[in-house]
């Protein structure tokens, strides 16, 4: 197999489970859409607590100093914040789920934009987005890429019976994200120690908070800028390793 082979395969499941939920999701009423996503975000609620559990680990506690585990992953939403706020990535996101709801000529009052944008962060956030994309790019196998299709085709079959084709279109932004990390692990291999790793985990895990706030229409929260907090943290992590 070539390198990239496990982001296809997510790719076509991202697109088949959406593809499947907009056909199941075209015969259910507004109340049961709605109950639908309230369900998502109660189940998004339980993967962030699952994403949050590494900031207590001893293997992240011991590989910073006394006091920082918490200021880490702070850092890095601070600053990961400002950087995606100065370049709008948000609103970039919204304006290429506009663009895309036209193309796929989804109605304006529809939740293709939503579906996009909700679906594209969930997709990309998370371990094993990153670790199997690496893994995959350095030949030693896709095992993790296959349990993520796995997981992500029946999320995706979820989404979409409430948010509608702009699931399916996430699969663009999220092939592009695990491209990028299987050319990282094909060039250099295996670049991040396991205290970066968890960093970025709990980073991810407080995005996955902010998406079951807004599925729950509790608080709409810019989670899109806050994207370049994943690429920060593990940096963060390591100088504070250094100290």
């Not at 499941?13 to 859409?33: E, F, K, Q």
């Not at 200021?71 to 990961?80: C, E, H, P, T, Y």
């Not at 229409?217 to 992590?237: D, E, H, S, T, Y």
Request: positive net charge; aromatic residues 8%; charged residues 10%.
């Amino acid at each position: 197999m070539f390198p990239g082979v496990g982001t296809i395969i997510n790719i076509l499941a991202i697109v088949s489970g959406a593809s499947l939920g907009v056909l199941v999701g075209n015969r259910m009423n507004a109340r049961t859409r709605t109950l639908l996503t309230d369900v998502l975000g109660l189940v998004t609620f339980l993967g962030a607590a699952s994403a949050l559990i590494p900031l207590w680990s001893d293997r992240y506690n011991q590989a910073l100093p006394k006091g920082w585990t918490l200021l880490v992953v702070l850092g890095s939403l601070l600053i990961g914040g400002l950087i995606g706020s100065a370049l709008k990535i948000e609103n970039r996101l919204d304006s290429l789920g506009d663009k895309l709801r036209i193309k796929f000529k989804a109605s304006s009052d529809s939740s293709f934009v939503q579906g996009f944008v909700t679906a594209s962060l969930l997709f990309a956030i998370g371990p094993l987005a990153i670790l199997g994309s690496i893994s995959d790019g350095m030949g030693t196998g896709i095992d993790q890429l296959i349990l993520k299709s796995t997981l992500d085709l029946f999320a995706a079959m979820a989404f979409a019976t409430t948010l509608g084709w702009g699931v399916a279109a996430s699969a663009i932004p999220v092939g592009i994200y695990q491209g990028f990390w299987t050319v990282i692990g094909f060039g250099l291999g295996a670049i991040l120690a396991g205290y970066q790793m968890d960093a970025m985990t709990v980073v991810g895990g407080i995005m996955l908070l902010c998406i079951a706030l807004k599925l729950l229409n509790i608080k709409n929260v810019a989670v899109g800028n806050l994207l370049p907090a994943l690429a920060i943290a593990p940096v963060f992590a390591l100088v504070v390793h250094s100290i």
